[in-house]
């Protein structure tokens, strides 16, 4: 399968799983879940879903591991709805990358100088600038 179309397959089933996950599964420890991504496989057997849990790291866990439980369900669900020739099996991941920027951003506010104005002004005018 192309590249392209296993792009677009990842994201219909960011869409669809998104929606699933809200309307359809009631694990009392599910907590409140983003679908940020979702990466198929070229042979389409897997599906890696990133999701974004909110909360405290015991509420993620407990999030995490209610999303794996009710990966075979949402899979059997999701592959009637699609049609395809085969679903992949979901496995859910948590998708780290809005903490590494936010990491990121505090170390730069911490290197860079400034009182947090932002700069982004034009620079200082060179030596003889004002003189043309």
């Known amino acids: 399968m192309s590249r392209h179309r296993r792009s677009r397959l990842g ?3 960011r869409r669809e799983l998104s ?3 809200d309307t359809l599964v009631r694990d009392p420890g599910l907590g409140s879940v983003t679908v940020t991504g979702v990466d198929v496989t070229a ?4 599906a890696r879903v990133y999701v974004e849990a909110h909360g405290s790291a015991e509420e993620q866990s407990e999030s995490m591991a209610a999303l794996g439980r ?3 369900f949402l899979r059997s669900v999701i592959g009637r709805e699609l049609h395809i020739r085969r679903m992949p099996e979901l496995r859910f ?3 780290e990358s809005t903490e590494a920027g936010q990491r990121i951003e505090a170390i730069l506010r911490e290197v860079l100088p400034g009182d947090g104005a932002g700069g982004g002004g034009d620079p200082e005018p060179g030596p003889g600038a004002g003189d043309r």
């Open 19 to 21: 929606l699933k996950i």
């Open 43 to 46: 042979d389409l057997w897997l």
């Open 70 to 72: 009710a990966a075979p």
């Open 93 to 95: 991941h948590r998708d």
């Open 11 to 13: 994201e219909q089933l």
